[in-house]
């Protein structure tokens, strides 16, 4: 009994939704392993402070 042909759209849609998933995770960790924008280093003075 012969098999049907692979559906190439629904093979190719999963490879991009598990490379876009893989794409986000790893943007993720790269992220959780940075500073956060607001920190400051305890050597900087507070610019808010400064202007007061």
């Known amino acids: 009994?012969?098999?049907d042909p692979p559906d190439l759209h629904k093979?190719?849609?999963?490879?991009i939704r598990l490379t876009?998933?893989?794409v986000g995770q790893s943007r993720?960790?790269?992220r959780a392993d940075e500073?956060?924008?607001t920190y400051r280093s305890p050597g900087q003075?507070?610019?808010?402070?400064?202007?007061?």
């Open 1 to 3: 009994m012969p098999r």
């Open 11 to 15: 093979l190719c849609e999963a490879l």
């Open 20 to 22: 876009l998933q893989e």
């Open 28 to 30: 993720a960790h790269r």
């Open 35 to 37: 500073a956060p924008e």
């Open 45 to 52: 003075p507070d610019s808010a402070r400064e202007n007061d």
